[in-house]
């Protein structure tokens, strides 16, 4: 792999139409792709393009003499005990950056008496990412993984196409379309996260219950940075059919509850109302929740729906 030097210039980023604002997006990357790595670390990093085999997962906490915690984003003990170190970044890799992947290695190098390899896994657009930090006579590199050199489009024909073939999908391309989100290609990203959220409900007979919602919380928290308010309801729509769906749903019902309740019953109708929408529930389902919430007629229950369904 070959190393950039710095000195590129950033190519002219254009905002996604009806995308969410930076800061109501703020760490969902992170979150979203820590996520991944805890739960597929086995598949995550060949569909990374990182080779070693894993044995386990290494601390992300280091504590240096005058205690001040160092916490990196995500690191594995590899089959020959070294250790890998994975950092998401979404923008530009710079020199405060290195300074600090090179902290990390060199203090989990001398805590633990490892060799460490840091990988930067990059969603930005930047098409050249600096990769090493000249310090002194010594220069520290980092591999760079730039997800937007790969295409979503074309991994979601190789996908079909297969399974055209009758093929059975494996775990580790499960694992390659929840990094969709942050390749290239030409369908919008709610499109791709919308496919992603089928194939993921369709792998009943190769993943897990709780391997399939942990996929679709990564796919789903990618949704709720990414893409527009029209998208994410059809997001919405789809993810309420499924186990992590009834969670968040009932989640956000019985906080809409308590806040409508603080301020009466009425209100509480109101927010219950409010709420179930926002989730996605329909007319019959809300009032049905209103009806056993407050203990009171259908006809009572449609009247009240009826009122703040706007």
Known sequence: MAYGTGGCVKEDIRKDEGKPSENQGLHHEDLALKTAAHYFGEELLPALGISGIVEYIAPTETVKLEARQMYQDFNYVMEDRSWSHLEFESDSVTDEDLRRFREYEATVSRKFGVEVVTYVICSSKVKCLKAQLKVGINTYRVKIVRLKGRNADLL???????????????????????????????????????????????????????????????????????????????????????????????????????????????????????????????????????????????????????????
């Open 156 to 310: 979601f024909r190789r996908l079909e196409e297969k399974g055209r073939r009758g093929e059975r999908l494996e775990r580790a391309d499960f694992v390659s379309v929840l990094l969709t989100p942050l390749m290239s290609g030409e369908s919008p990203i709610g499109e791709r996260i919308i496919k992603g959220m089928k194939i993921l409900q369709d792998a009943a007979g190769s993943l897990s219950a709780e391997e399939q919602e942990k996929m679709l919380a990564v796919l789903y928290t990618f949704a709720d940075k990414f893409v527009s308010e029209k998208e994410l309801n059809r997001v919405k729509e789809m993810i309420a059919m499924t186990k992590l769906g009834k969670l968040l749903v009932d989640d956000g019902i019985e906080k809409g509850i308590e806040r409508g309740l603080e301020q009466g019953l009425e209100q509480g109708m109101k927010a219950l109302t409010e709420t179930c929408k926002e989730f996605g529930a329909d007319f019959r389902q809300t009032v049905e929740k209103v009806k056993i919430r407050f203990g009171i007629s259908e006809e009572e229950a449609q009247e009240a729906v009826r009122k703040y369904w706007q």
